[in-house]
């Protein structure tokens, strides 16, 4: 590549991580193997790793476009792509194509890993393909709805008296009339995915937000109103841009949309007065346009203009909006207690988070484990910012909402993981429930409704 060329081209990072099936317990000494495809489509020189003691390989530096091709619409491919494969002895091998590569940031591509039975999945390889961003491609628009539903419908269904951010969402690949597969995904995984799915990650924060809190409040709309549920189907919310939002199995995300995603995925917003979070529908604003919703490139072009992600909500949606945060989250040992935890608090919660760091730790060595005391002190504090550090976070050492979260949702994880080795004398998972493989592609954090386990 020359010099001239090489002035117009940026740089992207790329970080594979691989867990043990369908859990946050990270999988050791995987082999990864990294292919860059050139711009003209072509394989290029394969990168190979093994994965660490956190399932992590070393960020790698690829070749992209320039940063100016994403933040225009109507340009050129803004980011570079990458075949990966993933294999370990006696797993079933994974070969993820297209997984995507901005400039100037970091690239997370998980995957998880199946053991393999000798009888029926031995030969076989589980197979991701990424496709294009919503900016990119060549979607369906959306169906216009109310923006306010009905709470009630002819056969009496109701919905919970306040909205809840549910562990799960279940997602159906196609539209609402088809019999997609189905997959059963970690709420914070589902909106990190389409928030990676639909706009660009070099995009300003406060673009990215704004962006985001309309995602969250639309996803939140269909769980709360039981939209789908209603109607007799078996899903929450399908990957259909006409009825719903763009979601891509098994693709990569980008860490600074996962940091902004675990900061404020209890957000949302509503109309004063109202309890239903409100049914933001958006579209990108060149290909299609959308006068009465939220447009993404308009949304970017505010945020460029200085707008706070509130602000660019209402432009779109009216004065008339409420930033909201949900109460209760589900999956975890206890909510948020509603105040930080730091550095010289002393109490019951800083025990329960001393306990789960230690558990924590058994899976994540880097973690130091610390005396279960209800004292924060600086043995804590250092340990607090260890974990933020592995999972993307804030580094500040206070334990804030999104490490709170962050923080019971890999506890949660990891010690069911452990009961499951518990139960087993020779600390064989398998040995006890015969695993039963999936039927469909299984991909990270991403569980199919059918049961996983014989419990004969």
């Known amino acids: 590549m020359n010099k001239?060329?090489?002035d117009f081209m940026g740089k992207g990072l790329l970080r594979?991580?691989?867990?043990?099936?369908?859990?946050?317990?990270?999988?050791q000494d995987a082999k990864v193997t990294i292919t860059p495809i050139s711009?003209?489509?072509?394989?290029?020189h394969k990168i190979e790793f093994n994965t660490n003691d956190i399932g992590r390989t070393d960020q790698v530096e690829l070749t992209t476009p320039s940063k100016d091709e994403s933040l225009h619409p109507g340009g050129k491919m803004p980011y570079s792509t990458a075949n990966i494969t993933i294999s370990a002895s006696g797993y079933v091998p994974v070969q993820i194509m297209g997984t995507q590569i901005l400039p100037g940031e970091l690239s997370i591509q998980s995957a998880d890993m199946?053991?393999?039975?000798?009888?029926?999945?031995?030969?076989?390889?589980?197979t991701i393909e990424i496709l294009p961003v919503v900016l990119n491609g060549d979607y369906p628009s959306k169906i216009p709805e109310e923006p306010m539903k009905h709470l009630q419908?002819?056969?009496?269904?109701?919905?919970?008296?306040?909205?809840?951010i549910p562990q799960y969402i279940e997602v159906q690949i196609g539209g609402p009339t088809t019999s997609g597969p189905i997959h059963k995904v970690l709420y914070q995984d589902y909106i990190k995915n389409v928030i990676c799915s639909e706009i660009y990650a070099t995009w300003s924060e406060n673009a990215i937000r704004a962006n985001a809190l309309a995602i969250l409040s639309f996803t939140m709309n269909r769980i709360y109103t039981e939209w789908y549920r209603s109607k007799g189907k078996p899903f929450q919310i399908t990957n259909s841009t006409a009825y719903d939002q763009y979601f891509v199995p098994g693709r990569n995300i980008y860490e600074n949309v996962s940091r902004i995603v675990d900061e404020m995925f209890t957000q949302y917003v509503k109309r004063p007065g109202s309890i239903q979070p409100l049914f933001t529908q958006y579209c990108d604003g060149h290909n299609v346009k959308c006068p009465k919703w939220l447009s993404q490139w308009g949304c970017k072009d505010l945020s460029d203009k200085g707008m706070a992600p509130m602000d660019i909500l209402k432009h779109y949606y009216g004065d008339n909006l409420v930033l909201e945060t949900a109460k209760k989250v589900l999956g975890i040992p206890e909510s948020y207690p509603g105040s930080p935890i730091k550095k010289g608090s002393n109490n019951?919660?800083?025990?329960?988070?001393?306990?789960?760091?230690?558990?924590v730790s058994?899976?994540?060595?880097?973690?130091?484990?610390?005396?279960v005391d209800g004292e924060f002190g600086p043995s804590m504090e250092d340990s607090v910012k260890t974990f933020q550090k592995i999972f993307g976070l804030t580094q500040d050492g206070i334990i804030g909402p999104?490490?709170?979260?962050?923080?019971?949702?890999?506890?949660?994880?990891?010690?069911?993981?452990?009961?499951?080795?518990?139960?087993?004398?020779?600390?064989?998972?398998?040995?006890?429930?015969?695993?039963?493989?999936?039927?469909?592609p299984v991909f990270r954090n991403q569980v199919p409704t059918a049961n996983y386990y014989d419990e004969d």
Do not use: C
Not at 362 to 371: E, G, Q, V
């Open 114 to 126: 199946f053991p393999a039975d000798d009888n029926t999945r031995q030969k076989e390889m589980i």
């Open 362 to 371: 058994n899976d994540y060595p880097l973690i130091k484990k610390i005396a």
């Open 39 to 44: 711009s003209e489509g072509k394989p290029m």
């Open 153 to 164: 419908n002819e056969s009496g269904f109701k919905v919970l008296p306040e909205p809840v």
């Open 402 to 440: 999104s490490t709170w979260y962050k923080i019971s949702t890999i506890y949660t994880a990891v010690t069911k993981i452990a009961e499951l080795r518990n139960e087993s004398s020779n600390h064989d998972v398998f040995k006890e429930k015969k695993f039963i493989p999936p039927s469909i």
């Open 4 to 6: 001239i060329w090489e």
């Open 348 to 359: 019951a919660r800083v025990r329960t988070i001393q306990q789960q760091l230690n558990a």
């Open 16 to 27: 594979v991580e691989t867990y043990q099936h369908n859990s946050l317990v990270p999988f």
